[in-house]
């Protein structure tokens, strides 16, 4: 849960700065779906928005970063799968 003392919520809040921890990150993402409910209403279909949307950023980010980030890892420290796991193995 994102349960960040008064002090970082007041900073993070008025924007004075940006998230310095993964708690602070949560609690910020936290306060915009907040406003977001607060301002649409609670609804099934809201909420199921809400959820979408923290789904799509997920894979986005994976995608756009995660990936690679790893596929520079892997070649510059070597795969550790083997040759039959690789996309461009023959069969």
Known sequence: MPYVDQE????LNSSKRSAKTV??????????????????GLSYQ???????VL???????YRRVAVPYEDRKCAQNGDVYTTWRTPDAQS
Not at 23 to 40: K, M, P, W
């Open 8 to 11: 970082a919520r007041n900073e």
């Open 23 to 40: 708690g602070e990150l949560n609690y910020q993402i936290t306060v915009l779906i907040d406003e977001y409910v607060a301002s649409h």
């Open 46 to 52: 809201h909420i199921n928005d809400v959820m979408g």
């Open 55 to 61: 789904d799509s950023a997920g894979k986005e980010f």
